[in-house]
């Protein structure tokens, strides 16, 4: 069979690419995080951009004439808004006198959710492609003297390739619910033993005892006020956590996904006494997959996290057929509340020799204890 010789270009924001081609190739990664619109309203908003640290570097790749093929990256100055800590990587580049930044990234920002891989158009050679977008890829951080490309969250069936094209696997842990058929939440308690299934119930008692009224709003009752209110908790919330707050969309950003309601789901917390929220959390959904993604609260009420970002969640999962639920970064106190551990791939390669003989070894035993700590993990969520 003839190779295909790919012509590559680069776009600088995803406005110079048409929706409607993007979303036609981006149909097998099933989640809205891909989406043109998704990725638009992140510019638009202004929470991604050069001056933010991240500057979009969209490589097309065209057959004919015609894009077959798209790498979403983005060019980073920090390593903020990624979930996967590399500070050990920034620390040993300024020990080789090394510039670790600027650095080539494979996501979409701000959300650690696993699915990534490039873009490619229908009954096309999608290794062909890979491989003409890696080499100019590859060849684009080499003359530009970049340290570094990093694929994050990457699909583990496309992240094999990767690795046949020198780059290493890294494993992180994140967490997820899965559904076993259940048809109501105390089904889904059944899993746990007796113990823990008292303490979820009681957990989810001291809500209704502390006279707070919880809702569930989809797209027929989410509007401009709602989302404003979401922006608020998020923005309260960050910070608190000060310099570690994570405080990365706008307020635009939030009012923004208005245009595309049909992947919103928010649960809100009030007083039965009071129309004014006190709490709120924010997932993103599709018709197989919910990911819980900001949450916020004006009073400290007892385990109220816990039921706007957990158990509501997976109630309504449950209710409406849902595969599984992502429900954010970090946390091992969620193994308690029924959700597994799972290996989050990265995909890495350095363009400098003494980089990658330093790394290479030390990701092979990282990965082996990650996997330890993963299964020990799972076997530790009480379940019967």
């Known amino acids: 069979m003839n190779h295909i010789e790919h012509k590559i270009e680069i776009k600088l924001s995803i406005q110079e690419i048409n929706k409607e081609t993007w979303n036609e190739l981006r149909k097998e990664i099933n989640n809205p995080f891909y989406e043109w619109e998704w990725l ?13 640290g991240w500057q979009p570097l969209y490589f097309i790749a065209y057959e004919n004439e015609e894009i077959c093929g798209i790498a979403p990256l983005f060019l980073k100055n920090h390593s903020y808004g990624e979930f996967i800590f590399d500070q050990s990587f920034a620390k040993l580049a300024q020990d080789l006198n090394l510039n670790y930044y600027p650095k080539l990234i494979g996501m979409s920002p701000y959300s650690p959710i696993s699915g990534y891989e490039f873009l490619y158009k229908e009954n096309k050679n999608k290794i062909e492609i890979t491989n003409s977008l890696i080499k100019h890829i590859d060849d684009f951080a080499l003359q530009n ?15 094999k390739h990767l690795k046949s094209l020198g780059y290493q696997e890294w494993i992180n842990t994140s967490s997820e619910w899965k559904n076993n058929g259940e048809k109501t939440f105390d089904d889904f308690l059944s899993r746990f033993n007796s113990n823990q299934r008292k303490n979820i119930k009681k957990e989810r008692k001291s809500i209704s005892k502390q006279n707070l009224e919880i ?13 404003q209110k979401m922006h608020n908790f998020y923005e309260q ?16 950003f939030f009012e923004n996904i208005l245009e595309n309601k049909r992947n919103l789901l928010f649960f809100s917390a009030s007083r039965n006494d009071s129309e004014s929220t006190i709490a709120m959390s924010m997932c993103i959904k599709n ?66 020799k003494n980089m990658k003989n330093i790394i290479t070894p030390w990701l092979n035993e990282v990965n082996f204890q990650t996997l330890k700590e993963i299964e020990l993990e799972n076997n530790s969520i009480p379940f019967k």
């Open 237 to 252: 919330h960050c910070l608190r956590w000060g310099v570690w707050g994570s405080k990365y969309l706008t307020s635009e």
């Open 287 to 352: 018709e197989k997959y919910i990911w819980g993604r900001y949450w916020g609260s004006q009073e400290e009420v007892l385990n109220l996290h816990f039921e706007l970002c957990y158990y509501q969640p997976i109630e309504w999962a449950i209710k409406n057929n849902i595969e599984s639920f992502d429900p954010g970064a970090g946390g091992k106190h969620k193994r308690r509340r029924g959700f597994y551990a799972k290996g989050a791939k990265s995909f890495h390669k350095w363009f400098n």
């Open 145 to 159: 003297n970049i340290l570094s490309c990093n694929f994050l969250y990457v699909n583990e069936d496309w992240g």
């Open 215 to 227: 809702k569930i709003h989809t797209e027929e009752n989410i509007n401009l006020e709602m989302v």
């Open 40 to 52: 638009y309203n992140l510019e638009l908003s202004k929470s991604v951009s050069r001056q933010t």
